[in-house]
């Protein structure tokens, strides 16, 4: 049965966690194998799933020891990251050291939240950005963090699924004009997000 969403029964308590999470964090690390996929020099997504969220819960409970007042806004942040069955969900980065070039990258690609693709065959789905925060300052400097959802249909479900399929992701901004193709074993991983 797949999960949408994290309840506050998922939850394991604190002392069973610190147990578990060796074994937990293996497991993760496995999950997220095939589930981060850069695309041209600067970006990455991480997609996300019921998993990487409850863990994602569970080390911020871990880390900060905040209870169950904590963990009511860990549930309320990162539920809306965890896929609802018709959508593929991401965290996209960009991560550059140098600090200077860092800030001159950002400043460049304004709104590229609004630009970002997923293509199969001719069809392009666009992401939608999680409402949460305006991730582009009114002076046009992008997040270095993005959180985005990509909406699909019955059929493109379809589409992404058929063996074969040639699938994209990428970015349709004038100033970052990447795309990378999702290998067999990412469309595997990344269709069990899918509710079929």
């Not at 900060?64 to 009511?72: P, S």
């Not at 582009?136 to 589409?159: N, R």
């Not at 074969?164 to 901004?173: A, E, Q, V």
């Amino acid at each position: 049965m797949k999960k949408f969403s994290i309840k506050e029964d998922d939850v394991i308590n604190i002392d069973k966690y610190i147990n578990e999470r060796p074994k937990i964090k293996k497991e993760i690390s496995e999950i997220k194998k095939f589930r981060r996929i850069p695309v041209g020099p600067y970006a990455t997504f991480y997609f996300e799933c019921y998993d990487t969220m409850i863990y994602q819960v569970q080390e911020m409970l871990y880390i900060e020891r905040g209870g169950i007042e904590q963990m009511k806004d860990e549930l309320k942040a990162y539920n809306p990251l965890v896929p609802k069955g018709k959508e593929l969900v991401a965290t996209l980065m960009f991560e550059i050291d140098n600090e200077f070039k860092r800030k001159e990258f950002l400043t460049s690609v304004g709104g590229i939240e609004e630009e970002t693709f997923i293509q199969i065959g001719e069809h392009k789905i666009m992401s939608r950005p999680e409402q949460d925060t305006d991730r582009t300052s009114e002076d046009g400097k992008a997040s270095s963090v993005h959180f985005l959802h990509f909406d699909f249909t019955e059929d493109l479900i379809k589409e992404f699924v058929k063996e074969g399929s040639t699938i994209l992701l990428g970015f349709s901004h004038k100033n970052y004009k990447h795309f990378s193709e999702l290998s067999s074993e990412v469309k595997s991983e990344l269709k069990k997000d899918f509710n079929m």
